[in-house]
C-alpha cells in the first residue's frame, strides 16, 4: 500500500476496532520508516551537495516520532535544502538533456551556448542545430544520401574531409570541423549559407561564431567560464540527480499532505449572467476555527457549480461542501431490523458503548443493504449493513450579513470577441540592424509592436514572406522581450538585401489565438553603401575575347566586385558577367570575356560591394573590340 494511503487511512478510516486501529499505526510508522532510509540512500548518492546532510540527519529522525514526522516532513526539505538554488538545480537538469541531444558534454554544451546566445540563438535551438548536424552525419553514413550528400560527394573530396573523420565526433567538434571544410574549399557567402541552412533552420547565424576555427566561439566560451556562468560537467550530474530525488521526496510529501490537509479555504465556479453567463469564480471563504481544531497544511478547496447563476449561493454552497469535507469520520456495520426504514442520505444519531462513546455523534448514511439471515429451519432475521459518514446541522450555518462577500463585477463589453491582436507593428531594416560580429554582417530586419491589451496574453507567433512567396513559419517572442518604449519586438534573420519582405504577428493566449496582423511590405537593407565603386584600368580586345581590369577601391569596407557587361554604353543595360569577386581592397581584378565573335564591341562596368553587403554604385565604362 502506497505510503500515502497508510498515513491517510489514520485520518480517514477510523474504525470502531481498537485493535486494528493500533495495527494501522504500526503500519504508517513502518511504512515512513522506510521511506526515509530509502530516501537517505538516494541523496547518499548525490555528493557532498550543500544542504544535503543536513536533510539526511533530519531525515533520520523520522519515523520515531509518527506524529511529529507527519507535522514536519515537508518543512524539513525545505529548510535543509535553504543552501541549494532551485534554478541552479532546474537548469542543471535541462543543460544535462540539452547536452545529450547535442552530444556534447555539459561543458562543451553550455560554452556553445554562452555564444550562440550572441547571435539571438537560445540553448534549445542550439541543441536542436548540434542534433540535426549528428543526425544528417548519420542519415550519410548509413544511406549515403539525405542533405548532406552534396557536401560529402562535392565540397569535402576538395579539402581531402571525409565521412568517417564526423564519425565519433561531439555535435559542437561536427559542426565546427563542417564549417572548416566550408571555408577551405573557397566557398562564397551564398553558398555558404546554403550549406548551413542544409544542416538546420538558422544555422547560418552561427557562421560569424565559427569562422577562423571557431575564434569568437571559443572566446564566449572562455568568457562565460570565467564569469562562472559554465558548470563543471560534474556538478551538473549531480544537480540533476538532486532534481530527480527531490522529485521523488517531494510527491511523497505532498502525498502525506494532501491526505492529512482538510479543505480549510474553499471557493467555487459559477455561471455568473452578469458576464454574459461567463464562468466566474467566488471569494475565498476560510472556514472560522477549521485550520486551529484539525492541523495539518491548509489547502484551498475548489469545487465546481456550473448550474449556480448566483454567487451568493455559490458561496453558501461552497462553505457546506467545505465543512463537509472536514467531517471525516466514519463508521461501518450492521444495524438491527430497525434500520430498515433508512436510506441513503438519511440522518441518524449514532450512539456506541464504552470505550467508544466519543465516536458517537450524529451520522449521515452513505450507503445500506437490507437483507436477512436464516434462523434455523424456519426463522430469519433482518440486519442492514450500513456505511456512515460523521455530519452536523453545523455544516449548514451561514449568516449572510458576516459571512457573505462582495463581489465585484467588471465592466463587460459585449462587443469584445476572443483575443485581442497586437498593436501599431512596424518593421525596419537599415544599418542600425545589421548585426556585426568581426569581420562578418547580417542583415536584418526589426519588428516591433504594442503588447496586447488581452491580460492573458503567453507569447505571439509570427510568419514572413518574401515578396508573393507562401509564408513560413518565423517562430514566437515571449510576452515580456521588450524595449525601452515598452515594445515587443524580434528580428528576421538572414534577409536578402533589396527584396521586400512581410511579416504577419498574433497574440498567443490559453483560449486560443488571435487574427493575424499583417506589416510592410518593407525592402531589406543595410543602410547606405560604404565603399565607392571601382576604378576601370584596361580593356584590351582579341581573338573572340576581351580582358578587362578593375581596380578594386583603397577603402576598408570593401568586400568584393561584380563586372557587368553590355552592348551599349549604359548601366542600365547591363548584365551580370561575374561576381562577387572576394578580394583585398586597392587590388586589380581582370576577367577574361570569351565567346565572343569578331568585331565585337562591348561595354564593361563594376561596382563594390561592402562590408553589409550593399553595392555600390556602376563605375565608369571601358570597352574594346574582339578582332
Known sequence: MARSAVVGRLRVGLSVDQKEFQRGMAEARTGIQRFSGEVNRRLGALGDLPGVRSLQDRLGGIGKNLGAAIATAAATATVALAGLSA????AAGEIQNLSRMANATPEEFQGWAAGARTVGIEQEKLSDILKDMNDRVGDFISTGGGPMKDFFEVVAPKVGVTADQFRKLSGPKALQLYVDTLEKANLNQQDMTFYMEAIASDSTLLLPLLRDGGKAMGEYAARAEELGAVMSNRTVKSLAGMKLALGEVGMVMRGVRNSLGAAFAPTATYTSPLRMYEEATTPIFILPGAQAEDGGTARPGRYDLGLVTDHRQAQYVAAIMGRRTRMQRSWSGVLPGQAFDLVALSVMQLDLPAPYLSRSGIYEVEMIHPGFDPIGLEGSAMRCPVSLRETSPAIYAWNPATDEQDVTIEA??????????????????????????????????RFSFDPSPSSSTLGYGWEYRQGSDPWQAGGSVESDVVDGAGKVFGYLAPVELGKPYQIRVWTIAPSGTSEQVVAGPITASAGAFLAPAPTPISAIGGTG????????????????????????????????LLGPIYGSANAAVTEVHTGLGPGATRYYFARS??????????SASISATTT
Open 545 to 576: 575575347q576581351i580582358a578587362v581590369t578593375f581596380r578594386s577601391p583603397n577603402n576598408s569596407h570593401y568586400r568584393a566586385m561584380e563586372i557587368y557587361v553590355a552592348d551599349v554604353d549604359n548601366a542600365g543595360a547591363a548584365v551580370l
Open 412 to 445: 463587460f463589453d459585449p462587443d469584445v470577441k476572443g483575443v485581442k491582436p497586437p498593436e501599431n507593428v512596424t518593421l525596419l531594416s537599415d544599418a542600425s540592424t545589421v548585426m556585426t560580429s568581426g569581420d562578418t554582417t547580417i542583415a536584418r530586419i
Open 609 to 618: 560591394i561592402d562590408r553589409n553587403g550593399n553595392p555600390s554604385t556602376f
Open 87 to 90: 534554478a541552479a538545480i532546474n
